[in-house]
């Protein structure tokens, strides 16, 4: 007989599976980069990408919000909290701008 899992183990395997989406999402990218760029896939184009790669524990960071198991759950409040994130990632959040005119 199994036993459920418990919050810390669902926590980890949340984690464990946002990390290796959000790494197969780059190499992904970084994939078709290399096809439509023209430059072979390789050691030598990942490594003048490494920033690229870097991203990704800033976006496992941002992402902590939506492992809790009442969210995580629910599609609609994983999207909202990964959607909040990523608009003061990208600052399209209007409370966060600065609406000043240059110099002023």
Partial sequence: MSR?????????VLFVGDGLAVT??????LWTWSLTAGFPFGPTFL???????LAIPLW?????PTRDAGIALDLKRTTRSAGSWFDKLTMSDP??????????
């Fill in 4 to 12: 459920p899992l418990r919050t810390s183990e669902r926590r980890l």
């Fill in 24 to 29: 197969v999402a780059v190499l992904l990218a």
């Fill in 47 to 53: 490594r003048a990408r490494a920033v690229w790669l």
């Fill in 60 to 64: 496992l960071t941002l992402l902590v």
């Fill in 95 to 104: 409370s966060i701008v600065d609406n000043q005119p240059l110099g002023g």
